[in-house]
C-alpha cells in the first residue's frame, strides 16, 4: 500500500527557514513526479513546488527564488526547503505523488496524497 508520510513543519519568524519532508514507498516513489501543495484557510489548494523523475523542477511565481525542492532516490524522500519566509507562506502543506507531469505542469488527478504539515510564519 502507497504511503507517503510529510514533517519538518512548525512555527517560525518572518526571513526563517524550514525543510519539509515527504517520505514515500518504494513503490510510488523513484518513478514518478512529486510534487507539494499548500492550503491557506479559506483559499484553495495550490501548487508550490514540482519534480519530475529526472529531477527537473518547477515552481509557483510565489516562491521562486525562496524555495527548493529536491529528491532523494534512495531514501524515497522528496524535500522542501524554504528560505525567507513570509506570514503569506502559513498553510498546511501535503506532498503528492504519482500525479501527471508534463511541460511544467503537475495534475494531482491521480496518485496519493501525504497527511499534510502545519507551516506557520509569524510577522
Known amino acids: 500500500q502507497v504511503r507517503l508520510v510529510g514533517s519538518g513543519g512548525g512555527l517560525v519568524q518572518a526571513g526563517e527557514s524550514l525543510t519539509l519532508s515527504c517520505a514515500a514507498s518504494g513503490s510510488i516513489f523513484s518513478s514518478n513526479a512529486m510534487g507539494w501543495y499548500r492550503q491557506a484557510p479559506g483559499k484553495q489548494r495550490e501548487l508550490v513546488a514540482v519534480?519530475?523523475?529526472?529531477?527537473?523542477?518547477n515552481y509557483a511565481d510565489s516562491v521562486k527564488g525562496r524555495f527548493t525542492i529536491s529528491r532523494d532516490n534512495a531514501k524515497n524522500t522528496v524535500y522542501l526547503q524554504m528560505n525567507s519566509l513570509k506570514p503569506e507562506d502559513t498553510a498546511v502543506y501535503y506532498c503528492?505523488?504519482?500525479?501527471?507531469?508534463?511541460?511544467?505542469?503537475?495534475?494531482?488527478?491521480?496518485?496519493?496524497w501525504g497527511q499534510g504539515t502545519q507551516v506557520t510564519v509569524s510577522s
Open positions: 503528492h505523488a504519482g500525479g501527471i507531469y508534463s511541460s511544467g505542469t503537475y495534475s494531482p488527478a491521480f496518485g496519493f
Open positions: 519534480i519530475s523523475s529526472g529531477g527537473t523542477t
